[in-house]
């Protein structure tokens, strides 16, 4: 069963932030000879790496809301020039809008299991097309 990891977006204040983001790191992947992916690095190395990589996604808290989610490709351990092991997150370059769900800030990154993850923005017909402003009035009411 697939696993998902949680992660605030720091420095993005939308959705299309990331994706500028998301874009930009895919472009200077390709540069170097690489697939269009995007790596985000974080301090710790998941002990569940086998049921993240079984479907499981990023999900990206931006502004207090959970909103997009990026598809899971790889984890790498990787040793930095200052001798700190680390993980690379390999992203796919599609960045998904889902439903709006509120989080707390935390720090690092936290499990989360697929029935507690929102659904993609995708899936749920009309509400798609609401403005954001609109999509997060009714979601804090909790109508969407």
């Keep these: 069963m ?3 990891l949680l992660k605030l977006c720091v420095g993005a204040d939308t959705i299309e932030d990331l994706r500028d983001w998301v874009s930009r790191r895919s ?3 390709m540069a170097a000879g690489f697939e269009p992916h995007s790596i985000h690095t974080t301090r710790m ?3 569940q790496a086998e049921a993240l990589l079984d479907g499981g996604s990023l999900y990206w808290v931006i502004k207090g809301q959970v909103q997009a989610r990026q598809k899971l490709l790889d984890l790498r351990s990787v040793t930095g ?3 700190i092991t ?3 997150l390999l992203l796919g370059p599609e960045v998904i809008e889902t439903a709006l769900q509120p989080r707390r800030p935390f720090q690092g990154w936290r499990y989360l299991k697929p029935e507690d993850a929102p ?3 995708s899936s749920m017909g009309d509400a798609a097309d ?3 402003h609109l999509r997060r009035e009714l979601s804090d009411l909790g109508l969407l």
């Design 130 to 132: 609401l403005p954001d």
């Design 45 to 47: 190395i998941p002990k």
């Design 2 to 4: 697939a696993l998902h």
């Design 81 to 83: 020039a200052d001798g």
């Design 119 to 121: 659904v993609d923005l």
């Design 86 to 88: 680390r993980c690379e």
């Design 27 to 29: 472009m200077a992947a």
